[in-house]
Each structure stands twice: as C-alpha cells, then as structure tokens.
C-alpha cells in the first residue's frame, strides 16, 4: 500500500454487486486537503448511478457523496483546514469556478467548460475519473470541503451532505418560516430531514405518504399533520392548503392533484429523479398563478449554511450504520424502502 492508495468498495460493472478493491487518491496540491473518511452514507442516487440507469458511466465505480471525517494531512497553501478539524465533503468536488452562477456560490448548477465535479463518476480537472466515499481516504481542494459541527456526530452528519442540503435549499429559497404551510411528500431518506429541517425553520408541516405507517415516525420528528395519499379525501380536505410542496420520492404521481393543494401563487419543487418524464396540465398552473419547480443540491456555501443550521438546532439524520460487507444488502432494502432513515457505513469496516 503506497501513501495514496486506499481500501474501497467499487462497482466493477453495470448491475453488479460491489467488491472490495483499492484505489488511488493523486498526491496532495497546494490547497488540497487528506481527509480520513470516518462515515459515508447511502444515497439512492449512488444505486442509480452505479446500475447505469441514469447513463453510461465509466467501471469501476467507487460511490458515495455523503462522507464525513477528519483532516489528516494539508497542502502547503491550505488556510482553511488543519490536521485534526472535522470535515465534510458532499456532492461536488470542483467547478469551474468563473461562470455567473459559480461567482454566486451556485456551483451545482455551474455553466463553465468544466461544470459541475461530483464526488464520484464525473471527470475532474486532472482528466480522471472522480471516485467517492466507500473508501478509507479521499483528497480534495479545500474550497470544497465542509466543515462539520462539534455538535454533531459524524456518523449521523454524513447524510446530511447531500440529504440534508437538498432539502435545506428549497426550503431556505422558498422562505419556509412562521407562517408558512409546508408539505414534505415522502418520508424517506431525503423526506425526514425536509420535517425536521422545515420544523426548526418554523413552519407548519404535514407528511404527504402514500400510507399511516410511518405516521407516528414523522409526527415524532416534526410534523404536525400527517395524511395519507391514498386516501382520496386528504386531496379534497388539503385542496387549496400549501404555500410550498418538495416532493421527494422517485414515483410516477398525479402532479395535477398534487398542484390542486397549492394556494394561489404556491410552489411545488421536484427533489426526486423519476426515470420516466411526467406530465402537467397547464390549467392546473395558470388558473391560480403555481409554479412547479426543481432543485438540486446547494452550493458551497449554502451547504456550510445547513450545517450550521442542523448543529444549532440538534439536526441530524435517522441512520442504520452498516458494516462495508452489508453495502449490497442495503442496496437491496433501498430500492425496498426497508431503511429508516439512511444506511450510513462505516468506513473502518472498509
């Protein structure tokens, strides 16, 4: 084992379980940070992405972008980071950093040559393929790190990376607060962050889940109303009720129903990927001035934001911490919705 190579887990092909395997992380730059993965968590996009459903991708995969640990080693120009801090690295590792929305601290949506960097299967500045947290060790530029909060655990902090911002950016965009009536559909892994990160905000929330199971979970994690989509009367009884809807599941629903329990000038923002295009009526946004919208992620600086945010209010993820072995099987309880809330892994296991 030379000083950058380290112990992963990586998907070899397309649809294949992932194996154990080693890596190499490229030698420290001027402004580059070594940090000691402690925790990385399973998100569902780390499935999709390993089983080629959201396009061809380059094998062997080493997934994950929620990854949490501490700082081992600085380059000689770092002034952000000592050996020894508590960090953090979410979805994106670089950008090209001179676009409009890069200078406004919107790197997930950067327009440059060089777009966005994810932490894993994208092509960095160095021409490389990026590879992500199922691993003992990682290096990245300091300027796309993130700090992580004594107050939390590192463990439960991980999923906050990339579950946790995509849920705190639209919420902070659309001024979820005091006031304000907001609705999370789904009560899943990105879900149960949205309630608690939108309770704290202050605003009233209601789960939106296709059933009462987790009724007494989410009332428990701040909600204040629960209903259940499969029943037609909360469409009726919740028309016209919301100032603001994050769906947060992948399925196929009924968005027309959905933009019905808007108030006039309401949002609903997509969160979840469906893999087939779905469609609106245009009647069910001009009658009453609703927007339907999108989200991704947040910048850098939006991220350190949430953190923040989740460490002075006592927010952190719902995990099933999981030994490297178990990455398959929880894969397999993914796709099932059998994880409450995030599988996170430790990576000394690895």
Known sequence: ????????????A?????????ITRRELGPHDILIDIKYAGICHSDIHTVQGDWGDRQYPIVPGHEIAGVVTAVGAE???????????????VDSCRECDNCLAGLQQYCTGELGMVGTYAATGRDGEQTQGGYSRAVVVDENYALRIPESIPLDVAAP???????LYSPLSHWQAGPGKKVAIVGLGGLG????????AMGAEVTVLSQSLRKKDDGLRLGADHYRATSDPATFEELADSFDLILNTVS?????????GLLRTGGTMV???????????SPFALVARRKSYSGSMIGGIAETQEMLDFCGEHGIAAEIELIRAEQINEAYERVVASDVRYRFVIDTATI
């Not at 906050?160 to 995509?166: K, M, N, P, S």
């Open 78 to 92: 770092v002034t952000r980071y000592a050996v020894g801090d508590r960090a953090g690295i979410g979805c994106i």
């Open 270 to 280: 997509q969160l979840g990927a469906p893999e087939k295009p779905q469609s609106i």
């Open 14 to 22: 397309p649809k294949a379980p992932l194996e154990k395997t080693t």
């Open 160 to 166: 906050l990376l990339c579950a946790g911002i995509t």
């Open 192 to 199: 149960h962050l949205g309630v608690k990160i939108a309770h």
């Open 1 to 12: 084992m030379t000083q950058n190579t380290v112990a992963a887990y990586a998907a070899p």
């Open 251 to 259: 399925a196929d629903l009924d968005l027309d129903a959905y933009l």
